[in-house]
């Protein structure tokens, strides 16, 4: 299971918090940014897996969110104006946005439409490969099952060597104990997801050895485990 995390630009508080629960209680990790300069600059630094951006916003208007937005990546847009008629020429300025709604819209049919949206985009590459480039102070050395932190060499077994190649592959990503079971046994039928917890509770008391600063596997209750990516 992976959380989507969807990034909603709305200037008006009451708005977004309506959407924020309604995309809450679907399973979406949505958070709100009222000004679109910040907006922009939150976009670039931890890019979500899809924006649903307002049209007027302060500090820097929709469009040029999207201009700056589709110079870079291919994340799926929702554009949100408040007139009916904006929508035919946001069209013809063919800026690529995904979809576009216009208010006032029923809640409901905004996350129905966010759903379609992301089933229909293709997973978009640049943004992960960014994701995938590994912090410094931790090396996977795939051909020899090896794994260092800081310099130093981790002494794992080949189960947890996989699930902590298994997890740094893809930083950010929460993965359900039924995923790591995938990535651990070809033909796991007789083994049971404890047997996950088993090996990641070594793995993880093998990573706070070598760095206790910071919680490089991240157990999500009920959900699953998470490598934060961290300088
Ligand atoms: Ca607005």
Redesign the pocket.
């Known amino acids: 299971m992976e959380t989507t995390k969807i990034l909603l630009v709305?200037?008006?508080p009451d708005l977004a918090q309506v959407l924020v629960d309604y995309l809450a209680r679907d399973g979406f990790d949505a958070s709100v940014e009222g000004n679109g300069a910040e907006a922009l600059a939150r976009i670039q630094r931890t890019p979500p897996d899809l924006l649903l951006l307002?049209?007027?916003?302060p500090g820097l208007d929709g469009l040029s969110i999207l201009r700056e937005v589709r110079r870079v990546s291919d994340l799926p847009v929702v554009m949100v104006t408040a007139r009916v008629e904006e929508i035919d020429r946001l069209i013809g300025l063919e800026l690529g946005a995904d979809d576009y709604i216009c208010k006032p819209y029923s809640p409901r049919e905004v996350v129905a439409r966010v759903k379609a949206v992301l089933r229909r985009s293709p997973r978009r590459t640049l943004v992960e490969e960014r994701a995938s480039a590994l912090p410094p102070w931790i090396e996977i050395d795939a051909e020899d099952w090896q794994a260092k932190i800081k310099g130093r060499r981790l002494a794992l077994t080949p189960k947890e060597f996989k699930l902590l190649q298994t997890l740094v592959a893809r930083p950010g990503r929460v993965f359900s104990r039924s995923q790591l079971l995938d990535a651990l046994y070809e033909d796991n039928l007789d083994v049971s997801e404890r047997a996950v917890d088993s090996h990641m509770k070594n793995l993880r008391k093998k990573l706070a050895r070598a760095l206790p600063e910071h919680e490089i596997i991240r157990s999500i209750y009920g959900v699953g485990f998470v490598f934060e990516r961290r300088e």
């Open positions: 709305e200037d008006e307002d049209l007027m916003l």
